[in-house]
């Protein structure tokens, strides 16, 4: 991934974002569920590639007393997360106030920085949330373990992202025009794990669920594409225009996958949540040994 061109995309797309990210509100909502199992009291969290800052008002209603980081690495998305958390404080308070008592739980701070280098102190997050962002890294590697040092031992990351199923149609309709890359390539679920483990992340539980999105045309399924911000970003992306006849030979392998009269979209989420493992190593390397005080008695 090309950082800067990630950035970009998604900076332009801030304005048109919330009008056409149905999967990413979906598959927000999926991750929020799995919490409920998760005996957690955090306090601290930080939202790692918070777009428009859609998981913020979750978050503040299930962890009211936690402070709370927002984190994008597009200025424009953290404008309008910004805005968003504004419209909404004064009728989240009451919501707050109905439900513990208190005065409405506290706002969050906003921060632009990029995951894979992030602007914090190691050991300042008891919670790291991330939807649907770590695909947009280009070392997703080292992204885990930025996370894993500004988490706290026994602290956790749960994250969704794209697996290599995503866009399959779009990939093998652009396949062979030219030699260019397209459309994204995305990790494996079994590799991400592997990084998880490698971070110093401690038994990580992955699950994949697929999703289709349906659309009358091809131009219509590039158009909320691209209002995501979901654009070509490889370092391999074509930098010339592509030519008519290329164009609309790739337009037409599209429109040749329609199943009922509609133009599918996969996309294979990943699901993965981890646990810091307690360091058994300091950072110079030399060994952590604990001496337990014997009982009296």
Request: aromatic fraction near 8%.
């Amino acid at each position: 991934m090309d950082a800067r061109a990630v950035r970009r995309q998604f900076a332009r797309a801030a304005a048109t974002y919330d009008g056409a990210a149905v999967l990413q509100r979906e598959v927000g909502r999926r991750m929020a569920e799995r919490l409920d199992v998760v005996k957690l009291a955090p306090v601290a969290i930080l939202d790692a590639g918070c777009g428009t800052g859609d998981a913020q008002a979750g978050l503040a209603l299930r962890y009211p007393a936690a402070r709370r980081v927002a984190l994008d690495i597009a200025l424009p998305m953290l404008g309008m997360a910004q805005a968003k958390a504004g419209q909404r404080r004064s009728a989240l308070a009451r919501v707050l106030s109905t439900f513990t008592g208190g005065p409405g739980g506290s706002e969050a701070d906003f921060v632009c920085g990029d995951v894979a280098a992030l602007p914090f102190a190691g050991g300042s997050f008891d919670l790291a949330w991330s939807n649907l962002m770590l695909q947009w890294t280009g070392d997703l590697p080292m992204a885990l373990k930025e996370l894993g040092r500004v988490l706290r031992p026994d602290g956790l990351v749960t994250f969704s992202t794209f697996g290599p199923d995503t866009l399959r149609e779009l990939r093998a309709a652009f396949g062979g025009i030219d030699r260019h890359v397209h459309v994204s390539r995305f990790i494996d679920m079994h590799d991400i794990g592997d990084m998880l483990v490698g971070a110093g992340f401690g038994d990580p539980v992955m699950d994949m669920e697929l999703f289709t999105l349906t659309y009358a045309d091809a131009p219509a399924m590039l158009r909320d594409l691209k209002a995501i911000g979901a654009t070509n970003a490889t370092r391999a992306r074509p930098r010339t225009l592509m030519g008519r006849t290329r164009w609309e030979r790739a337009l037409a392998a599209l429109d040749a996958t329609r199943r009922d009269g509609r133009i599918p979209a996969t996309f294979e989420v990943i699901y993965g949540h981890a646990w810091k493992a307690t360091p058994k190593r300091t950072p110079d390397g030399d060994a952590i040994v604990a001496f337990l005080r014997p009982a009296r008695g």
